[in-house]
């Protein structure tokens, strides 16, 4: 090992080089045994890590996790660690599930091999791959009820309830609009709840062409999701205000596209006024609208109105209150078990030849890359420079 000092103002830090291969290979197989041990107590069921203070029990979706907190005493240790951890989190990147393929291959020094590839995958296969990536728990059963129900491309909502011993998923048919709040409108909620919904085709101009739905809104602190072709600075300024001082929540929501739109909104039961129907649109009341409110779940570029038919799905999860510290790890778990499954849809299942355990196409092809990869790297290492103050 060589020591280089180097000055930076009035700091001295040092880069110890180590370039002796027998010392390489020997922190490499500390660190595979360590991380060895590990993979065999999570495949065992017998893994935990801590999450915000608290044991949790791990499974395959944790690996990066599991990876990143594994003990090291030496800088030479971190830094092969941290070889493998960043191959590890680019193989997860690219597709949820390889991560585990790829370690327990490396730990093997194999190159991942499948068998009984299917480009078609069937439901108990998609899920056989689920459980693969969070094992058969709480979190399996909340997904199994969400793809059973087909709303595998439904974004997931929390609930957290002080009534509710068990999770419900409470799986709702819901109508996509492609849009946008106005920019003026700042709304600091993923979700607006029994809200009234009204669709206007054209632009609103003025606030006396719906001042008798903001005094009915008003008087009645009901909320209303507006939507329309577009609004005059002066209206959403005048929603805006009254929303933050809880005068009234009516909320301006953009439409992005064509007559389609409204027409699917209409077939969707939802009141829909063409502006240029003047006294139609300046008489009406939120008892004008419909007696039917509605959850709005807001989502990247579009809303989703819940409570009406189409092919779409609101999801909503309802966690115990005594679950609420791990509700960043529920969520996690969820969204990457849907991510696979709507991967394994897309490119099929097949097994892994070492584990016998289902797996999507894309993390088998992946995994092996990045295998091939990491291994290539690790072995062909001449010198590893670890920078110390």
């Given at each position: 090992?060589?020591?280089?000092?180097?000055?930076?103002?009035?700091?001295?830090?040092?880069?110890?080089?180590?370039?002796?291969?027998?010392?390489?290979?020997?922190?490499?197989?500390?660190?595979?045994?360590?991380?060895?041990?590990s993979m065999n107590s999570l495949?065992?069921?017998?893994?935990?890590?801590?999450?915000?203070?608290?044991?949790?029990?791990?499974?395959?979706?944790?690996?990066?996790?599991?990876?990143?907190?594994?003990?090291?005493?030496?800088?030479?240790?971190?830094?092969?660690?941290?070889?493998?951890l960043e191959g590890l989190m680019?193989?997860?990147?690219?597709?949820?599930?390889?991560?585990?393929?790829?370690?327990?291959?490396?730990?093997?020094?194999?190159?991942?091999?499948?068998?009984?590839?299917?480009?078609?995958?069937?439901?108990?296969?998609?899920?056989?791959?689920?459980?693969?990536?969070?094992?058969?728990?709480?979190?399996?059963?909340?997904?199994?009820?969400?793809?059973?129900?087909?709303?595998?491309?439904?974004?997931?909502?929390?609930?957290?309830?002080?009534?509710?011993?068990?999770?419900?998923?409470?799986?709702?048919?819901?109508?996509?609009?492609?849009?946008?709040?106005?920019?003026?409108?700042?709304?600091?909620?993923?979700?607006?709840?029994?809200?009234?919904?009204?669709?206007?085709?054209?632009?609103?101009?003025?606030?006396?062409?719906?001042?008798?739905?903001?005094?009915?809104?008003?008087?009645?602190?009901?909320?209303?999701?507006?939507?329309?072709?577009?609004?005059?600075?002066?209206?959403?300024?005048?929603?805006?205000?009254?929303?933050?001082?809880?005068?009234?929540?009516?909320?301006?929501?953009?439409?992005?596209?064509?007559?389609?739109?409204?027409?699917?909104?209409?077939?969707?039961?939802?009141?829909?006024?063409?502006?240029?129907?003047?006294?139609?649109?300046?008489?009406?009341?939120?008892?004008?609208?419909?007696?039917?409110?509605?959850?709005?779940?807001?989502?990247?570029?579009?809303?989703?109105?819940?409570?009406?038919?189409?092919?779409?799905?609101?999801?909503?999860?309802?966690?115990?209150?005594?679950?609420?510290?791990?509700?960043?790890?529920?969520?996690?778990?969820?969204?990457?078990?849907?991510?696979?499954?709507?991967?394994?849809?897309?490119?099929?299942?097949?097994?892994?030849?070492?584990?016998?355990?289902?797996?999507?196409i894309k993390s088998a092809i992946?995994?092996?890359?990045?295998?091939?990869?990491?291994?290539?790297?690790?072995?062909?290492?001449?010198?590893?420079?670890?920078?110390?103050?």
């Amino acid at each position: 090992m060589l020591s280089r000092r180097t000055k930076d103002q009035n700091n001295v830090s040092f880069s110890d080089i180590v370039w002796q291969d027998q010392e390489i290979k020997k922190a490499y197989i500390k660190v595979v045994k360590t991380l060895q041990d590990s993979m065999n107590s999570l495949e065992s069921g017998k893994l935990t890590f801590n999450f915000k203070g608290r044991p949790v029990k791990a499974v395959s979706s944790d690996i990066i996790r599991i990876v990143s907190e594994l003990p090291q005493d030496d800088s030479l240790g971190i830094a092969l660690r941290n070889i493998i951890l960043e191959g590890l989190m680019s193989s997860e990147d690219h597709s949820v599930g390889s991560g585990s393929i790829f370690l327990s291959s490396l730990l093997r020094g194999a190159i991942p091999k499948y068998k009984s590839g299917k480009l078609r995958a069937e439901t108990e296969e998609v899920l056989e791959a689920v459980s693969t990536l969070i094992g058969t728990g709480v979190c399996y059963q909340i997904v199994r009820s969400i793809i059973k129900e087909g709303a595998i491309d439904s974004r997931i909502n929390f609930e957290v309830s002080n009534r509710d011993k068990n999770f419900l998923v409470k799986i709702q048919s819901s109508l996509k609009v492609v849009g946008e709040f106005h920019e003026l409108f700042s709304v600091n909620r993923s979700k607006i709840s029994n809200a009234y919904t009204l669709a206007v085709d054209g632009v609103i101009e003025s606030l006396g062409e719906i001042d008798c739905l903001l005094q009915s809104a008003a008087s009645s602190k009901q909320n209303v999701f507006l939507i329309a072709r577009g609004y005059s600075p002066d209206v959403v300024n005048t929603l805006m205000k009254n929303y933050g001082k809880k005068n009234m929540f009516v909320f301006p929501f953009v439409a992005v596209g064509e007559e389609s739109v409204y027409e699917n909104l209409r077939k969707a039961d939802i009141k829909v006024i063409h502006r240029d129907s003047y006294l139609m649109l300046r008489t009406l009341t939120i008892d004008d609208i419909s007696m039917k409110e509605s959850d709005i779940v807001l989502d990247d570029y579009m809303v989703r109105i819940g409570g009406v038919d189409s092919t779409s799905r609101n999801v909503t999860v309802v966690v115990p209150q005594a679950y609420e510290k791990n509700i960043g790890l529920i969520y996690d778990r969820i969204v990457m078990s849907l991510k696979c499954a709507r991967e394994t849809c897309r490119t099929g299942t097949c097994i892994e030849t070492y584990s016998g355990k289902r797996v999507s196409i894309k993390s088998a092809i992946n995994a092996r890359k990045t295998t091939r990869s990491i291994k290539k790297m690790l072995e062909g290492l001449g010198c590893i420079i670890l920078h110390q103050k």
